[in-house]
């Protein structure tokens, strides 16, 4: 294993104390439990996400003005526990409520849930399954929520600032949720630092067609082919989810894993406009970059999200935070 | 009994998981994302760092704080249903500590960890293990089996269940995702209960059986 590391054991906080420092005009850190809050304080709904660190800049790069108001970290690819979850409430709940933002996983789930349970603020949660790969079934635990999430934050987290109140938000959540979809693709995989093993081997002459943000396999395995026909695999997944109309407008995001050079995430931009604009949809709204990695993980996810008028609005709204900032 | 039971349990628990490190973790690599046994790990070793308090303590109330403990450290799937465990077992009413209210004690505690989990048998989990165990803890502890034949009825009963897994699809949880990619895996959060309940019994039966010739075995058939 090669990383920057002093020790698999302090990795986590290692690099909470740098983000902290680094943006300490925008994020306080808070220890025991760990939670990260939004230095400017205002009156409306709180958004709270979390998770599993390794994902970076997903959430705590997402705290600040028109996005979340608390993330709470996890160890690398774990769940955070309840009691940071109340804790961040309690920081950032300012009489208005809390909206937790939580990705599809068995883990996040009940950790949310059991915070939820044990919390007397007024508090609403919303679940976001994006991911395509995974077939929904009511057999399983269901779509895996990935890059979309990213969305689901600027969007909500415009539409707090506004004044909405609380069913507000969760049913904006529900929403943007309903008109998302992504999937991934992975060329080689990441080493968890307290494995120090690749999660999964993967030829050179292989790629994982739809992966999930942890290196959980995804559909199935492929010959590595031309960033067109990959485009076009994804493509053809998202859009048998969402099935847009014609003329519609969308918001294309193409994000990095981890390792894959930003120039390539263009290229894979350029053919995924091509080939929406040759089926009628025109992209309206785009972001490019790595906003939900997977550590060090080569490769990357398309997501559309179907716009309206509204959702324009909110999505070009302002945002000041460590990872997305505009208008400002 | 009291917390220094409780202890007890949870340093069998930590050599045991601590002894199949590696291949808990490539039974999660496998079907899972890796982090099991590490979440595992850590989770003990704070119960190991409140040894003064948990000692202390009567039976249910060391179990009561373990599971706020475990609560707060584990995080992932095994955080919340580790700790209903504990707290379903904590909260049993039991006027006095024998076998027939320890039997109803874990069987509570595996029904609020079902429940927490939404989980039963057949899905892939520890619950296929720990499910089991608590039937057969139970029908024996209501009969006149001695206690030699009792740990060694549910020891059986861990290892049938946690081979069980091997063939099943999973429903719940991260391996869920891969469909019928994740038969022919042993259950990583199965095989770490399995290895749990097993040295919980055989510390109960004073004998310390090492079972390191079983770690690599059972890393091979699942691969």
């Known amino acids: ?328 | 009994m009291n917390g220094k039971s409780v202890m007890e349990c949870v340093d069998a628990a930590h050599a045991v998981i601590e002894q199949h490190r590696d291949e808990i973790a490539q039974l999660d690599q496998a079907i899972g994302d890796g982090d099991h046994v590490f979440n595992l790990l850590r989770g003990l070793e704070a119960l190991i760092e409140l040894r003064p308090q948990i000692e202390g303590l009567e039976f249910q109330p060391a179990l009561s704080l373990s599971a706020s403990k475990l609560l707060s450290t584990i995080g992932g799937s095994s955080g919340p249903l580790l700790a209903s465990l504990l707290m379903g077992m904590a909260k049993t009413p039991a006027p006095e500590l024998n076998s027939s209210s320890l039997a109803a004690m874990f069987k509570s505690g595996v029904a609020m960890m079902a429940a927490r989990g939404k989980a039963g048998v057949g899905e892939k989990t520890m619950l296929d293990v720990l499910i089991p165990v608590s039937e057969t803890f139970e029908e024996l502890t209501s009969t006149h089996v001695s206690s030699d034949q009792l740990l060694s009825a549910i020891k059986t009963r861990a290892e049938d269940g946690m081979l069980a897994t091997r063939e099943m699809i999973a429903t719940k949880g991260r391996a869920s995702f891969l469909g019928e990619r994740a038969v022919g895996h042993i259950d990583p959060g199965a095989r770490s209960s399995q290895l749990i309940i097993t040295a919980i019994c055989d510390l109960v039966a004073g004998r310390h059986e090492s079972r390191a010739s079983d770690a690599l075995e059972y890393a091979g058939r699942g691969a």
């Open chain 1, 1 to 328: 294993m090669k990383k920057f590391i002093n020790t698999p054991a302090t990795y986590l906080m290692d690099s909470l104390n740098g983000f902290a420092a680094a943006h300490a005009d925008l994020v306080t850190l808070h220890l025991e439990p760990l939670v990260l809050t939004r230095r400017e304080r205002q009156s409306k709904v709180a958004l709270i996400s979390g998770g599993g660190s390794g994902h970076e800049p997903l959430h705590a790069g997402f705290i600040g003005h028109g996005m979340l108001d608390a993330a709470c970290p996890g160890q690398v690819f774990t769940s955070p526990t309840p009691d940071q979850m109340i804790a961040a409430a309690e920081l950032v709940d300012t009489g208005a409520g809390v909206l937790f933002i939580v990705k599809n996983y068995s883990g996040d789930k009940m950790n949310f849930e059991m915070a939820a349970e044990m919390l007397s603020t007024s508090n609403a949660t919303v679940i976001i399954n994006d991911d395509v790969a995974v077939e929904n079934s009511s057999f399983t635990t269901g779509r895996r929520g990935v890059a979309g999430t990213v969305i689901v934050e600027k969007i909500v987290g415009a539409l707090a600032e506004t004044g909405a109140n609380l069913e507000d938000c969760r049913l904006m959540a529900e929403h943007v949720n309903s008109r998302l979809a992504s999937m991934g693709v992975a060329l080689k995989s990441c080493i968890v630092p307290a494995a120090g093993t690749p999660t999964f081997n993967l030829p050179d002459d292989e790629i994982e067609i739809g992966v999930g943000i942890h290196g959980e396999p995804g559909r199935r395995r492929s010959p590595m082919a031309s960033a067109s026909s990959i485009v076009a695999e994804l493509l053809g997944a998202i859009l048998a989810d969402l099935k847009p109309e014609a003329g519609v407008e969308v918001l294309l995001l193409v994000n990095g894993l981890g390792a894959t050079p930003v120039s390539e995430l263009y290229l894979l931009f350029n053919d995924a406009r091509c080939q929406l604009e040759q089926r009628g949809l025109r992209v309206s709204r785009s972001l490019v970059g790595n906003y939900t990695t997977a550590l060090e993980m080569a490769g990357a996810s398309i997501t559309l999200c179907l716009l309206s008028k509204e959702l324009t609005a909110l999505w070009d709204a302002p945002v000041h935070t460590a990872a997305l900032r505009w208008g400002v």
